[in-house]
């Protein structure tokens, strides 16, 4: 568990609490769906937890529901995470989901059965038996799977609820005991009966109440915040982002404009206009003692004739170490009548699958020393660490935050220095079967290791769909690179070089105005609503007049771990490469037609 963590557990037990007592608690056995469930009974207004899977049973006494999440191992491998076997007899309903299901099975008598080649993807399940479980729930029903293993033998007392043409166990159940399992995930979306198979669960299953929306708890976090400020004042290092925002805007009611302080280190990498919006919405929204420290000069100049990624990003945490520590003495935020505030959310402060990454970036920049410091003895306020990004724009909004602001695109700390390729020497391009393969390397990730490999840009487009098809078979077929990019305004690449270019004042506005043109035509067309994030990228690739390319990521995503390249409508992309082709000193645009893995969301 996270320092984080520990943090909010030690201010919850001061006293007053946002949340109630869970009626749920949902047992994490180390998958990367742990969260999803989680967010999903949340979604159905009846507050979750989410705890280790070995949580002693007698810690859940008083919960209405158990869940067992999935997870990636299988129950007869040494070290696989188990639950205390005790939690089937507490009274709470049990629905172990995946992995769940076949633990569940396994520790109370039944077998699994080792799958060979597992199933993945959709299947329809076939109820066998009427069971409370899917009352309203027509089939066959779409169902999404993923899975090696199955249920093989029941244990005593289970019946068979369901099945789908591969899995003989898709659902099975003691109803004496109201111990239910399912090998499929009703927690994702394409599931489509999911939300029906949760509700029937939580509220026809396990006697749930209604108990749960985030803009009810406003007060609450209010009364906690004044409760462990005590007669400290409080302050911020806000980033822009929606959490931090947030989280100061709810110390601003709490305690009012005089003692919370807002800083923003302005680092001369963020996008066109950044530091005049974040002022005008932070006096927007009543925050008097706010303040902008300028260190675009220090950051610049550290990061002058750097090409490596891993180094670009190493320097810029140091010199926000640096400059944090500045601040921390000269404003004398140290000594005892200040605590920091932090715009911590749930998924930070729980190491599960799908969370581990999120918590190494946060933890990145915390870790200045006085701010170790201020961690390891309690002053820190974190008013939402115990809710999802979700939950905390329903609060946002409740507040009074504009939906604009709360409905922005996640942008990663280091800004536009990791979307700012550079390469260290110059090269050509090389003429292969497909198209040409372009020597600028940018970071992928495949199994669990990071990639640094050069583009592929192929030939000529075909159209959306054998694009994606293209790029999809060629990138699995080859280790010569990570990417697949193609040129939506075809230029012959015979006549691009690769220029040795480091992180230069003129490279970094280029990129600014081309991530400019995307955003306000993103915004204007509605294209930013219907992708999660959309990255604009500038590689040194061009001619002596033109030296770098202008490339576009738009994706899907849920949480950022996975992703998927999205098409854009041609209309848009027509006009986008029009003007990004006006900017001086761009020479071609880029599309990735890449998903997340084996590409990662930023290009670095
Ligand atoms: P990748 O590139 O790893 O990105 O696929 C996944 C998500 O993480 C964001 N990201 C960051 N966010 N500080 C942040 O706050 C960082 O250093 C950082 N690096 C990547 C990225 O924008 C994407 O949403």
């Not at 005049?276 to 303040?291: I, M």
Request: net charge negative; glycine share 10%; charged share 25%.
């Amino acid at each position: 568990m996270s320092t984080t963590s520990i943090v909010s557990n030690a201010a919850r037990a001061a006293g007053a609490s946002p949340t109630p007592e869970p009626q749920v608690t949902v047992l994490d056995t180390g998958g990367q769906y742990c969260h999803l469930i989680t967010r999903k009974i949340r979604e159905l207004g009846v507050y979750a937890e989410i705890r280790p899977s070995e949580t002693p049973a007698a810690e859940l006494s008083g919960r209405k529901a158990i869940v067992i999440s999935g997870g990636p191992c299988s129950v007869y491998e040494p070290g696989s995470p188990t639950v205390d076997p005790a939690i089937f007899s507490t009274g709470a309903a049990v629905l172990g989901i995946c992995y769940g299901q076949q633990l569940m099975a396994h520790l109370l008598g039944g077998t699994v059965t080792k799958g060979d080649r597992g199933e993945y993807g959709l299947a329809y399940l076939e109820v066998r038996e009427q069971s409370p479980l899917f009352r309203g729930v027509d089939h066959p029903q779409k169902i999404w799977m993923s899975h090696r293993d199955t249920v093989g033998a029941l244990p005593d007392g289970f019946r068979l609820l369901a099945s789908t043409e591969t899995c003989g166990t898709a659902a099975i159940a003691d109803p004496e005991r109201r111990l239910y399992g399912v090998q499929f995930h009703p927690e994702v979306v394409h599931t489509e009966c999911g939300r029906e198979i949760l509700t029937n669960f939580l509220f026809g299953i396990s006697g749930c109440q209604h108990d749960w929306n985030p803009k009810h708890r406003i007060s609450l976090i209010e009364d906690q915040i004044r409760e462990v400020a005590g007669g400290r004042n409080v302050f911020f290092f806000v980033s822009g982002g929606v959490d931090s925002t947030v989280a100061y805007t709810l110390c601003l009611r709490a305690l009012g404009p005089e003692r919370v302080r807002g800083l923003y280190v302005d680092t001369g990498l963020m996008r066109e206009g950044e530091t005049p919006y974040v002022r005008q919405l932070f006096a927007s929204l009543g925050a008097t003692n706010f303040s902008v420290e300028d260190a675009r000069e220090r950051f610049l100049s550290a990061l002058s004739g750097v090409h490596e990624p891993e180094r670009k990003r190493n320097i810029i945490g140091e010199k926000f170490v640096e400059v944090q520590d500045e601040i921390l003495q000269t404003e004398h935020f140290l000594d005892g009548h200040w605590i920091l505030g932090q715009g911590t959310i749930y998924p930070d402060t729980i190491e599960s699958g799908g969370s581990a990454k999120a918590d190494l970036i946060k933890t990145h920049h915390n870790r200045v020393a006085g701010i170790q410091r201020l961690i390891e003895s309690n002053r820190i306020i974190e008013p939402l660490s115990l809710f999802y990004k979700d939950e905390v724009r329903e609060i946002g909004r409740e507040l009074g935050i504009p939906a604009e602001f709360l409905e922005r695109h996640p942008f990663p700390g280091p800004g536009l220095a990791i979307r700012c390729l550079c390469s260290q020497q110059p090269a050509a391009l090389q003429r292969v079967d497909d198209g040409w393969i372009v020597p600028v390397h940018s970071v992928g990730v495949q199994g669990d290791s990071r990639t640094y490999r050069p583009i592929l840009l192929l030939d000529a487009s075909r159209g959306w769909e054998e694009d994606y098809s293209r790029a999809t078979r060629l990138i699995n077929a080859s280790a010569d690179f990570n990417r697949v990019v193609v040129q939506p305004k075809a230029k012959d690449p015979g006549g691009f070089r690769v220029f040795c270019t480091d992180l230069s004042d003129d490279r970094l506005e280029r990129l600014r105005r081309a991530d400019d043109i995307v955003r306000r035509l993103c915004r204007e067309s509605g294209f930013d609503r219907e992708v999660w994030q959309f990255p604009v990228v500038l590689i040194p690739l061009g001619t002596e007049t033109a030296p770098d390319s202008v490339v576009l990521r738009p994706v899907h995503s849920v949480d950022g771990m996975t992703a998927q390249s999205v098409p854009m409508p041609q209309a848009l992309l027509d006009r986008m490469c029009e003007d990004l082709l006006r900017v001086p000193g761009v020479c071609t645009v880029l599309y990735d037609l890449t998903h997340k893995p084996p590409g990662t969301i930023e290009w670095e």
